[in-house]
């Protein structure tokens, strides 16, 4: 049967929901091939009715991944944003936080952090404990996905944007006020265990009406990076970007070297310590750094 271009709108395991010319195919790929991603634009040729099978994955603009010892696990392709979803309760993880920023930063996408559930009174501190995030250059979105999303709508216009975070921040109760006909389940946050119950399962494409799209996912507990070099690491981290050349060392790791400008920085408290630390976790995992 004939092929036909088509992109990928959901992504279910080893499963594929593919649009093509205004209908959904249900795709697999052919042999064991490197992976295909939401929004990925595919070769499919046709199989049956409703079924196809992707040839092959169109040249992207840009991929939004994670990685462990074992295997890569792709977010999305073809993005014009991320917007990492965060929330004072469940209580996030923060390391979840940078390291989605680093990801971006590593795949050439722009981020944007929105702070969910303003309508809970623990979020006023979180948001300020966020604000130097601002600073170094990432929008802090607060808003409510219960009670007002209107803060987002603007950023969204025209544009993809992928949600990521951890389970229980709110991305699929964004999605459905910002999709009325999206319904995509929502689920409890366990207040014994405070965290959430990993509601989504797949990644999913959902139109916006108003032009654009929003890539829900499901919620992560880790955030390998596995795939970063040492160059690539540290061109994520905008604070360390900018105090470029003022090492002693022109290779400096900005670990216990001598005279190193961002170990300056965050004694004097102009890095976030905890940023400089998730860095020297990165690196370790990656053993570009000896224990
Ligand atoms: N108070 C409050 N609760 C919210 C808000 N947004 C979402 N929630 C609640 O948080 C819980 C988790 O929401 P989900 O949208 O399922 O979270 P998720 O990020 O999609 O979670 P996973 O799919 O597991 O990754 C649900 O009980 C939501 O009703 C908000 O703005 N305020
Ligand atoms: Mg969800
Ligand atoms: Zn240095």
Redesign the pocket.
């Known amino acids: 049967m004939t092929e036909r271009l088509g992109r990928v709108i959901a992504v279910y395991g080893r499963r594929y929901r593919v649009a093509v010319d205004g209908r959904e195919l249900e795709c697999v790929t052919r042999g064991k091939k490197g992976g295909v991603a939401c929004n990925d634009r595919v070769v499919v040729r046709e199989t049956g009715a409703d079924s196809g099978v992707i040839e092959r994955v169109l040249p992207r603009d840009n991929l939004l991944w994670r990685s462990d010892e074992h295997r890569a696990k792709l977010l999305a392709a073809n993005v014009d944003q991320v917007l990492v ?1 965060t ?1 004072a ?1 469940p209580t996030p993880r923060e390391e979840l936080l940078d390291r989605s920023l680093v990801a971006a930063e590593a795949a050439g996408i722009r981020a944007l952090i929105v702070i ?5 009174p623990e979020t006023a501190a979180y948001i300020q404990r966020l604000s130097p995030y601002a600073e170094l250059g990432y929008p802090l979105i607060p ?5 007002d999303v209107t803060p987002l709508r603007p950023w969204l216009v025209d544009r993809v944007s992928v ?1 990521v ?12 006020a910002l999709v009325p006909q999206a319904q ?6 366990s207040e014994a265990l405070d965290a ?5 399962t797949h990644t999913r494409l959902y139109p916006l009406p108003g032009g654009g799209a929003l890539i ?5 507990q880790e955030f390998g990076l596995r795939h970063l070099g040492l160059a690539e690491v540290q061109a994520a981290f905008p604070e360390f970007r900018r105090l470029a050349g003022q090492c002693r060392f022109h290779n400096c790791r900005h670990l216990q070297e001598p005279d190193c400008a961002v170990r300056a920085a965050v004694d004097s408290g102009t890095i976030l310590r905890a940023r400089w630390r998730v860095y020297q976790d990165i690196l370790r995992e990656n053993a570009q750094i000896g224990h």
């Open positions: 979803v929330a309760v969910n559930k303003t309508d809970l808003l409510s996905a219960r009670t949600l975070g951890a389970s229980g921040m709110g991305k699929s109760t964004l999605v459905n995509a389940a929502t689920g409890e946050t959430g119950r990993h509601t989504t829900d996912s499901p919620g992560m």
